[in-house]
């Protein structure tokens, strides 16, 4: 019996995975700069060779059937695991290294420093994203991510880079306002900035009884870097990584009222990566030199070992 796979052209397969992902053949051929009769030929002859449809076809849209959507799922990952693959046969330590990070880690920790990765890979560029979105790195175009949670991704390696610790932050002028803090029930009637659940971990921590009325964090955002912002601008008392604001506490921009932490359910900031990419020469790079970082920061090993 001949192998059917032999006689389908990876042309066919590169085009169902498109349209099939994306829902559409019209948005399959911008991607793939075709037109959308020529998708729709591929696909066409796809199924007749398969003898059984791969899509539905509605008036706006398309739909896969069953045997579309398994199809679907091993043409992606095999798409993937061919690009990842090929990209790894042409890679040199030159080009572009894309990262998607968390804004508190990319803006507040690794920023500072990159200027030391470049220096020592000088033909490597780097390209960084700072978003709360939890990128596809199968998927999208980014080689690595620095991400928080607890390194459990599938298909991902990851590396433990920095813990998650939170304690209270504020400027000297609000600590005044509020007629200083002396204990941490005093915070209760204080002005915060955060999360309600981050804020009961830190209370937990702390032994406080948060029991009866009190006010609520009078704002939150999605991320840590923006909350702690608004700590810096005087609109009340945040929660933020005594790693990451590091330099404004030495400055005497925020101050620590309570050497108090609070890690939020444990967990960290991770470097994570396609597994079958760490071999990459400018990932590869790139991960020896940020755990040297990590490991070589104090505020680093002191969160970590509490």
């Known amino acids: 019996m001949p192998d059917i796979l032999a006689t389908l052209p990876l042309s066919a397969i590169r085009i169902f995975e498109a349209a099939a992902r994306l829902k559409s053949f019209t948005r399959a051929a911008d991607e793939l700069g075709v037109s959308q009769a020529a998708v729709s030929w591929q696909v066409k002859a796809l199924e007749q060779r398969l003898d059984q449809p791969l899509f539905t076809r509605l008036p706006r849209e398309v739909t896969l059937t069953p045997a579309g959507d398994r199809l679907s799922r091993a043409a992606s990952e095999a798409m993937s695991v061919l690009r990842m693959a090929v990209s790894d046969l042409v890679d040199t330590e030159e080009g572009v290294l894309s990262i998607t990070t968390v804004q508190s880690v990319g803006g507040q920790w690794l920023a500072p420093r990159l200027g030391g990765f470049q220096i020592a890979h000088p033909r490597i560029a780097v390209r960084l994203d700072a978003s709360s979105r939890v990128v596809d790195l199968q998927r999208e175009p980014f080689d690595l991510a620095l991400r928080a949670g607890h390194g459990d991704w599938p298909g991902l390696e990851a590396h433990f880079l920095i813990p998650a610790a939170q304690t209270v932050l504020c400027t000297p002028q609000v600590l005044a306002q509020v007629g200083g803090l002396a204990t941490p029930a005093d915070l209760l009637r204080a002005p915060r900035i955060g999360s309600p659940d981050f804020w009961a971990s830190w209370f937990a921590a702390a032994g406080v009884d948060t029991s009866g009325d009190h006010a609520p964090p009078r704002l939150s955002a999605d991320a840590q ?82």
């Open 225 to 306: 870097a923006l909350e702690v912002a608004s700590a810096l601008a005087g609109q009340g008392v945040a929660l933020g990584s005594p790693i990451f604001f590091a330099q404004e506490i030495a400055q005497g921009r925020l101050v620590a009222p309570f050497d108090i932490v609070a890690d939020n359910g444990g967990g960290g900031y991770w470097l994570a990566y396609p597994a079958e990419r760490r071999r990459v020469r400018k990932i590869a790079a790139f991960r020896d030199w940020i755990l040297d970082q990590a490991a070589s920061d104090p505020l680093v090993a002191r969160y970590r070992k509490s």
